[in-house]
């Protein structure tokens, strides 16, 4: 049996201990009560100037915007990051990977804690161009997630950039730092114009998300490094991260009313999850340091072949992945006979019940006695997400190696 760090036993049962406490306390309706009038009057005081935002309103714009919209969307990472992985610049794509994760839990946890809504329609007109931008609007308002997941892409992205060249001077170390923190701050001057257009968010959202990202993006660049040594060469790396996606679903706060954020963060978490998985397991055959990356040892027709070959067997396990899931999970349920309802992806099990389908783990783990039922849809969505992203590091190499690209 393999050795368990202490640091590992200690992290997991302080996480466990905050969830018990935390739901004891009732922590999370106590910060809203404190928080959310604040935020609703700062919303409403800000109408004003978003209509003012929405003056402007020109349909090149509305098509412009909202293709912004989609470039920083869960389809956009979806597409992206297995390219990123593809390409040879591994140790970016798996940074960039699981500090989008993070920054999408602590986003929509802060969402759905502060529950504030977003600025009344109407009279602001919401411009809502594509379904994914409808869920977003389902959301709650603070912060930002669209200004606070860009500010730490891009000021990672820029900060990675910068950091390859390790021999520069205190001088340029001093300036690559500078540059990131102008590229932050210009990125989400910029996104504050565009959301606040679109009718998503007041201005107190988006510079709750620019603040937010902000001190993300620091804490991030403090701990990269230790938490990429332990992703890539720790002990017991898959079973600890399987017992923190497992807590970070207990951990997460109940919204005032149901949104999508939760299902969002399922999402996410389980291709933390799969990436991590797959690069601790085949890290010295395909993420070591020494992988041809694009632009340098690996040929761009190779690159297009991965892209050809990957892509339809990303997406054949995550159908594969899904059917297998609703097999499963219902039948594990059913066996410890919990009451189980699934929102969408089972029909026969889609009937309404008395808590909303994102009320928080806690309560299905401690007081199942007062529930009507357990939504299967969300252990069935963490695990087809799961399944893509294994895929996307650690079966789809394996193709690649053996078809020589």
Not at 3 to 9: A, K, R
Not at 117 to 145: F, H, M
Not at 208 to 213: A, F, I, Q, S, V
Request: charged share 15%; aromatic share 14%.
């Amino acid at each position: 049996m393999e050795f368990v760090p202490t640091w590992q036993v200690t992290f997991l049962c302080g996480l466990a201990t905050w969830v018990v406490i935390s739901s004891v306390l009732n922590l999370t309706h106590l910060i809203r009560s404190l928080i959310q009038p604040w935020v609703c009057r700062r919303v409403d005081s800000g109408t004003g100037f978003v209509l003012r935002v929405q003056k402007w309103k020109h349909w090149s714009l509305d098509v412009f915007f909202s293709l912004l919209s989609c470039v920083v969307s869960v389809p956009f990472y979806t597409g992206f990051l297995p390219l990123l992985f593809w390409s040879g610049h591994v140790k970016l794509a798996r940074q960039i990977t699981l500090l989008l994760a993070f920054c999408d839990y602590i986003g929509n946890c802060l969402k759905d804690v502060v529950s504030a809504p977003r600025p009344s329609c109407p009279p602001v007109q919401r411009i809502t161009a594509t379904k994914d931008e409808e869920e977003n609007a389902q959301e709650y308002g603070l912060p930002s997630s669209h200004t606070l997941n860009t500010v730490c892409l891009s000021g990672y992205m820029l900060y990675y950039i910068l950091s390859q060249d390790q021999n520069r001077d205190g001088f340029l170390a001093f300036s690559g730092f500078s540059a990131v923190c102008l590229a932050v701050v210009l990125t989400g001057l910029g996104l504050s114009k565009w959301r606040i257009y679109l009718g998503m968010h007041s201005l107190i959202d988006v510079f709750g998300g620019l603040l937010m990202g902000i001190l993300i993006l620091g804490f991030w660049l403090s701990v990269s490094e230790f938490i990429d040594s332990f992703v890539v060469t720790g002990r017991n790396v898959t079973y600890f991260w399987s017992a923190l996606s497992f807590l970070m679903g207990f951990a997460y706060p109940t919204p005032e009313f149901p949104t999508p954020s939760f299902e969002f963060h399922t999402c996410f978490n389980g291709v933390a999850l799969g990436i991590v998985a797959g690069v601790n397991q085949s890290y010295h055959q395909f993420h070591h340091a020494d992988v041809p990356s694009l632009f340098s040892q690996l040929p761009f027709p190779h690159f297009i072949g991965r892209v050809l070959v990957g892509i339809p067997t990303i997406l054949l396990v995550k159908l594969c992945s899904k059917a297998l899931a609703k097999r499963i999970v219902p039948l594990a349920l059913y066996m410890t006979r919990i009451t189980i309802r699934s929102s969408s992806y089972i029909p026969s099990l889609n009937k309404k019940a008395g808590k909303p389908k994102n009320s928080g783990c806690l309560q299905n783990l401690f007081f199942l006695s007062s529930m009507e039922s357990v939504d299967v849809d969300t252990p069935i969505r963490f695990l087809q997400y799961a399944g893509l992203a294994w895929s996307v590091v650690d079966l789809a190499p394996a193709l690649f190696s053996r078809m020589n690209l």
